[in-house]
């Protein structure tokens, strides 16, 4: 059993930035692969970033390449999502989840996962 917390969001203006944090507790933080997904009001959940147990592999959906950093610190047992020149449409609930599984572009291959924190953006 894992229980993650997030932590981080709030009201920014485009082009500036925000970091997501996510605290997990549990023995075996570092087995799990580590990701955040977003979700805006009447659109599905969308993949954001990942990045694997050990931390060496990171991935993230088109729109945030370059603008988004995943990252973990597993002797703190934590996950942050650094997010620089947000835009308008980065406006969403954000979540943090984990996986025991190697899937980490597909929701349902997490099995825990946080309340969620609003982020939204302005123009």
């Known amino acids: 059993q894992v229980q993650l917390v997030e932590s981080g969001g709030g009201l920014v203006q485009a082009g500036g930035s925000l970091r997501l944090s996510c605290a997990a507790s549990g023995r075996t933080f570092s087995r799990y692969t580590m990701g955040w997904f977003r979700q805006a009001p009447g659109k599905e959940r969308e993949f954001v970033a990942a990045?694997?147990?050990?931390?060496?592999?990171?991935y993230y959906v088109d729109s945030v390449k370059g603008r988004f950093t995943i990252s973990r610190d597993n002797a703190k047992n934590t996950m942050a999502l650094q997010m620089n020149s947000l835009k308008p449409e980065d406006t969403a609930v954000y979540y943090c989840?984990?996986?025991?599984?190697?899937?980490?572009?597909?929701?349902?291959?997490?099995?825990?996962w946080g309340q969620g924190t609003q982020v939204a953006v302005s123009s």
């Open positions: 990045i694997t147990g050990s931390g060496s592999n990171t």
């Open positions: 989840a984990a996986s025991v599984r190697g899937f980490v572009y597909t929701s349902a291959a997490y099995e825990y």
